[in-house]
């Protein structure tokens, strides 16, 4: 697939790039300083007032691990008419984690009611990847992901009749995002309550993937496919698989990461004609054509990522009225390549609905009701959280069960987590994952920062002085026997052309390492340093990224280039 032949030339030049701890571009390695009594994130006008933390001789001392995580459950209230619930309490709410109760730390309502918050205006030539900075950031949001990867041609067109009479009837009080999955991520529209603007853009709007032969039912049906090819069909078959999970997954990570700073709930409205995983009810595996596929680092990456962006996801197949009797292995499948309509199929929809607290809509033709069903679910949520207690983070599924003291209550939230210990990343995964997020089509906001940016020109050509500000309490950091405070940031500057290709980039790990009264500091008033690069002249877009080498938290901005041109710099 060309979008992952992008991203391995991608993992590439960041290899070299990390290995080699320059490339074009670099003129200067970043130092960081305090942000001179601004807010967290916002740009400093002193960035060389701060002494160096890394220069301390602590730094390599052991850090203390301590295991703290909050567990996040968005939970929705209806009563027997199927409205919702308004006016409950915290004290209204029992949260069993495994049976045993759980003290609620977190709580706070949410509505999808629009609220006009004052725009955070920017200094000019200031970028962010924060949602409030751009005219008020959603509440409780829905994303329509239109699967074209997993779906057969057929059922697509079944989709786009079905989903644009969905798109007419938007209401002023939703807040939806258009996405498309191909082989790659692509944003038809972003989040807006406009159903003229949203329906323009789905209708013009052309998945690149074509109608092709279901070899499938070749096989099934004992005909001429393997005698012509031999082994190499089921050769074919899993290498296909394969991409198709990885490119799935990597899509769903990219979107948890760039949910993750909104408030509220976040519903995912999966539109699919077949998962290229099965996920059972206790653990994380997945098989297709009966054939096991170990995936366990990306599936744990991607669950962590979805758990902490607080999405409920919302399979809803695109397939329709199927038959599940003794002709649906030739009539039920519709021509989906991936998975046969049966019940286990149905299974792995709604287990991803159990897990995340949303609800799975199957053997329906009503998708635009569905649709409309799962973006009604964010009128009221009640965000609740707790921090289990004396629990062994060894990647046991743990059960929740949410109960509301109203008999007429119907409560749905996630029906549980895996208690998963920082993932082990395979080697160069950290590549893999900034990779994604630099040709990514949308910013990640795990990390939040401002990035304010001056021209300038230097021997060897046209250069750009960037000024990164952001908030150390998104960072984990980890306290070492002698009291410090230590974590690592990957940070990454990567150069894209106008066809979003990567160019020219630089890598390397930003070890922080602070005692307890500069910690607090930087908490308190935020952190930034400065970095140049030179820019080469095919250049369109600078991305910034960031990411926290102990969570994988990730956060990325991008930079026009277009009016840092030339003809424009000094």
Not at 291 to 309: H, M, Y
Request: hydrophobic share 40%; with cysteine.
């Amino acid at each position: 697939m060309d979008g992952r032949k992008t991203l391995l030339v991608a993992i590439v030049g960041l290899a070299l790039a990390a290995a080699t701890s320059r490339t074009v571009g670099q003129t200067a390695s970043p130092s960081p300083a305090p942000a001179n009594s601004q807010a967290p994130g916002q740009s400093s006008a002193n960035p060389h007032a701060a002494q160096n933390p890394q220069t301390t001789p602590h730094s390599a001392a052991q850090p203390l691990r301590a295991t703290t995580r909050l567990v996040q459950v968005s939970v929705v209230v209806h009563d027997k008419h199927g409205d919702p619930i308004t006016g409950l309490t915290k004290d209204d709410f029992v949260i069993l984690d495994n049976k045993k109760p759980q003290a609620i730390q977190l709580f706070s309502v949410q509505t999808n009611q629009f609220v006009n918050a004052p725009l955070h205006e920017l200094p000019p030539d200031t970028y962010t990847n924060r949602m409030e900075a751009r005219g008020g950031a959603p509440s409780n949001v829905s994303v329509i992901l239109l699967d074209a990867l997993n779906t057969s041609f057929m059922d697509r067109a079944f989709v786009r009749n079905r989903l644009v009479k969905y798109l007419r009837t938007v209401q002023p009080q939703d807040r939806v995002a258009l996405y498309a999955l191909g082989t790659h991520l692509q944003v038809l529209h972003d989040f807006t309550s406009d159903a003229s603007s949203l329906l323009a853009s789905f209708e013009a709007y052309k998945d690149e993937i074509g109608p092709e032969i279901d070899e499938s039912h070749f096989d099934r049906l004992g005909l001429a496919s393997k005698k012509l090819r031999g082994t190499s069909s089921a050769s074919y078959r899993a290498e296909k698989t394969l991409n198709t999970v990885q490119t799935t997954m990597e899509v769903l990570r990219e979107i948890a990461d760039h949910l993750g700073a909104l408030p509220g709930r976040k519903n995912l409205i999966w539109i699919s004609g077949g998962f290229p995983f099965s996920i059972r009810a206790d653990n994380l595996q997945r098989n297709s054509y009966g054939e096991r596929i170990v995936f366990a680092t990306q599936i744990e990456i991607v669950a962590r990522a979805l758990s902490d962006a607080n999405v409920a996801i919302y399979p809803v197949d695109a397939r329709g009225l199927i038959d599940l009797g003794a002709d649906a292995m030739l009539n039920g499948s519709a021509g989906n390549p991936f998975l046969v309509p049966d019940t286990d199929d149905f299974g792995t929809m709604q287990t991803l609905a159990d897990r995340t607290g949303g609800r799975a809509f199957f053997n329906t033709n009503d998708i635009e009701g569905s649709v409309r069903q799962a973006v009604d679910d964010s009128r009221v949520t009640y965000e609740l959280g707790f921090v289990p207690e004396g629990i062994k983070w060894d990647g046991s599924f743990h059960k929740i069960h949410v109960t509301v003291d109203r008999t007429d209550a119907h409560v749905r939230a996630r029906k549980g987590y895996f208690a998963l210990a920082e993932p082990k990343e395979a080697p160069l995964e950290h590549l893999v994952l900034i990779a994604r997020t630099a040709i990514s089509p949308v910013e990640a906001t795990a990390i939040e920062m401002n990035v304010h940016v001056k021209p300038g020109h230097a021997v060897k050509g046209n250069t750009l002085k960037m000024e990164i500000a952001f908030d150390i309490g998104q960072l984990e950091f980890q306290q070492d026997n002698q009291g410090y405070w230590n974590a690592t940031v990957d940070t990454a500057f990567v150069e894209l052309d106008e066809r979003g290709k990567m160019i020219a980039s630089t890598l390397r790990p930003y070890p922080l390492c602070f005692d307890t009264a500069t910690h607090d500091r930087f908490l308190k008033e935020g952190m930034a340093y400065s970095n140049v690069m030179l820019i080469l002249p095919d250049a369109a877009m600078v991305r910034v990224i960031l990411r926290d080498t102990s969570t994988g938290k990730i956060g990325s901005v991008n930079i026009p280039l277009a009016q840092y041109s030339p003809a424009k710099t000094n």
